[in-house]
């Protein structure tokens, strides 16, 4: 990820209307493309973001 604002990257593929947004425990995990954003369900805090590594079958 190449960006010198990652929280305005960040909030932009959670804004994406292609992302999915699935609940894992106290935190919701946000999918676009090959990207993850677990965020923290109660205090709306970005974890952390990463690629998400492709499984070859």
Known sequence: ???DDIVGWCRMQ???QNASIETTG???CIRVENCSVPVN????TIITAH???K???
């Open 1 to 3: 990820m190449q960006t």
């Open 14 to 16: 959670i804004r994406n």
């Open 26 to 28: 106290k935190n919701w």
């Open 41 to 44: 369900a109660y205090s709306y």
């Open 51 to 53: 690629k998400v590594k």
């Open 55 to 57: 499984c070859l079958i």
